[in-house]
Nanobody, 124 residues
Framework: QVQLVESGGGSVQAGGSLRLSCAAFGYTYSSNYMGWFRQAPGKEREAVAAISPPGGIAYYADSVKGRFTISQDNAKNTLYLQMNSLKPEDTAMYYC?????????????????WGQGTQVTVVS
């Protein structure tokens, strides 16, 4: 059974930084993607970033390119999202997700394991 546990959310001023962590239990880095998604109230869940564990290739939404960095620590079975230059529009619940399925990195329907989410609030 795969379990994903996020941490690191909080409230920060615009321009600030946060680092999200996702501890993965029961997940093996021999499949497709691990990623971060976010959902603001009244909006669709959207992809933020993902990484392909075998090769470490990273993918980013255009809205976060150059500001966010996804990384993984295989020894700690942990996924990270470093978020810099945060903007009020980055405010959302952030979810860690993983999939063994053959899917597009940004398609949340293709991910079958989800964390409980961690809230990020950016105030101007």
């Amino acid at each position: 059974q795969v379990q994903l546990v996020e941490s690191g959310g909080g409230s920060v001023q615009a321009g600030g930084s946060l680092r999200l962590s996702c501890a993965a239990f029961g997940y093996t880095y021999s499949s497709n993607y691990m990623g971060w998604f976010r959902q603001a109230p009244g909006k669709e869940r959207e992809a933020v970033a993902a990484i392909s564990p075998p090769g470490g290739i990273a993918y980013y939404a255009d809205s976060v390119k150059g500001r966010f960095t996804i990384s993984q620590d295989n020894a700690k079975n942990t996924l990270y999202l470093q978020m810099n230059s945060l903007k009020p529009e980055d405010t959302a619940m952030y979810y860690c997700a993983a999939t063994y399925q053959r899917t597009a990195w940004g398609d949340h329907y293709g991910y079958n394991y989800w964390g409980q989410g961690t809230q990020v609030t950016v105030v101007s």
